[in-house]
């Protein structure tokens, strides 16, 4: 395999390569720094490259190997980290000039687990500001650019990793997700993007945003990568599987019942998502699963839910920097924390009491179906210079509508996996979102797994678009 000259550059692709010794982990490590040194100039996905400590552990992966002891496969798979987690030695910023020179003395959790695993780090992507954000554009270190046309946003607020892993930067990175922060930029970009169940995935060492509502899981180019990250992060001893969530990869989705949620993800959305998640559905029926339209009870509600549970979070997290260094923090995020200063606490009591209500209905509807699908996004990724988003004759911040139906598995805390289902008249990707039982990521996993083997889009990718932008 001539890895170099493959646009689609998997975990599952090269693991074995790796492993049989046909590819050294240095020589695939030095492919993806030149490709950052090359195109993050455009993409300004990286905060930081950790190219020094990345040669290191790719040669200590390559000596392992060649004595017999394969760890796996992320095994000298090169991939980065969305600068929240925290990584010993290295800086870890948040995206902000308050954590400007930050170095955390020990790795979080899902680092210290990937790194066992056997992974190596190129370095620590880019991000909104403390993730508290949807666009990826942040005041102190500029904005990430959108792979498939460099005058849109990236999503966010894992946009630098979402953008790394679509140009081809690295073969995997790890966001956070706390009202869609995962699963957004992985539609705005055209990539898997997997938010497993709350507390899943261990969130220690990671800079909150609200501790309530906060994930983190993988962001991939295939179905198959996504699961392969998620074993690495719940498995503690490499080569010893005690949940293995591919069990079920391979059987296909004939019998399975899957609710289509019309009355509120197929609402206040462009043409094009609405179509193209559509036929995603048909796609799914002729592969043998039932589609049924399903009712969520109250979920109009989810939006207003979170953001009053966020901000509560967030300023119990940033409260005295808030007050020492206000300065410090870039307009939005400042101005957006202080307004909501005064806000009661009974309404951050009301809302987790209403959570619960959420959350009851959502499992009385996974009583009847295997899983939910329906739109990550309402619309493709706005140009950079957008505030406001016009649908129909109805107009919305760009902020609000990117959020609409990611929010609802940040509130229920309930797996959500999203994966590319089309482009638009743009070329801009469309993503489809997958909700599931608690837990059950192994059948969401099955039934991405299906679609994507239906499909072509998760074999296209923009490297043509960043190589022309970058040429002198």
């Not at 959502?362 to 210079?385: G, H, R």
Request: net charge positive; with cysteine.
């Amino acid at each position: 395999m001539d890895f170099k000259n493959d646009p689609n550059l998997t975990i599952a692709k090269i693991a074995p390569l790796i492993r049989r010794r046909k590819l050294s982990p240095l020589e695939l490590t030095e492919f993806f720094l030149d490709r950052i040194s090359r195109f993050n100039p455009s993409l300004n996905a990286f905060l930081t490259v950790t190219a020094d400590l990345a040669r290191k552990q790719a040669r200590q992966a390559e000596k392992e190997i060649a004595a017999g002891k394969y760890r796996g496969p992320l095994h000298g798979i090169p991939i980065s980290l969305k600068d929240l987690f925290y990584t010993k030695g290295v800086r870890t910023t948040g995206g902000s000039k308050i954590l400007r020179r930050f170095v955390p003395k020990e790795n979080a959790f899902a680092v210290h687990r990937l790194f066992q695993a056997g992974a190596v780090l190129l370095g620590k992507t880019n991000l909104h500001e403390f993730a508290y954000g949807v666009t990826s554009i942040n005041p102190h270190f500029g904005a990430v650019r959108n792979p498939w046309d460099l005058e849109r946003i990236a999503g966010g607020s894992s946009g630098g990793s979402a953008a790394a892993v679509s140009a081809g930067l690295c073969l995997a990175s790890l966001g956070t997700d706390t009202g869609g922060s995962i699963r957004i930029p992985s539609a705005a970009c055209g990539i898997v993007g997997l938010k497993p169940t709350r507390g899943l995935v261990p969130m220690d060492g990671v800079i909150p945003l609200a501790f309530s509502l906060d994930h983190a899981g993988p962001m991939c180019r295939s179905v198959r990568d996504a699961g392969l990250m998620l074993n690495a992060l719940i498995n503690a001893t490499p080569g010893i599987a005690i949940v293995n969530y591919l069990r079920d990869l391979r059987d296909g989705v004939r019998g399975l019942q899957i609710g289509l949620p019309k009355n509120y993800f197929f609402e206040g959305l462009q043409r094009e998502i609405r179509a193209g998640v559509l036929d995603a559905c048909r796609v799914l029926e002729r592969l043998g699963a039932r589609i049924q339209e399903v009712r969520l009870k109250g979920i109009e509600e989810t939006a207003r839910l979170v953001a009053e549970i966020t901000v509560a979070e967030a300023l119990a997290f940033h409260w005295n920097c808030l007050r020492r260094r206000p300065q410090d923090y870039g307009p939005d995020l400042r101005e957006r924390m202080e307004k909501s200063v005064n806000q009661p606490t009974v309404v951050y009591l009301q809302a987790q009491e209403k959570r619960r209500e959420i959350t009851r209905t959502f499992a009385e509807v996974f009583e009847k179906v295997d899983a939910l699908v329906a739109p990550t996004l309402p619309v493709v990724a706005p140009p950079l210079s957008e505030k406001e988003i016009r649908i129909a004759r109805k107009k919305e911040p760009v902020r609000g509508i990117l959020l609409r139906f990611t929010r609802p598995g940040n509130l229920t805390g309930l797996p959500a996996i999203t994966l590319p289902c089309g482009f638009s008249p743009e070329k801009m990707p469309i993503g489809m979102q997958l909700l599931g039982r608690s837990h059950d990521e192994a059948k969401l996993l099955r039934i991405a797994q299906a679609y994507e083997e239906a499909t072509p889009w998760h074999e296209i990718f923009p490297p043509e678009k960043i190589a022309e932008a970058v040429r002198p």
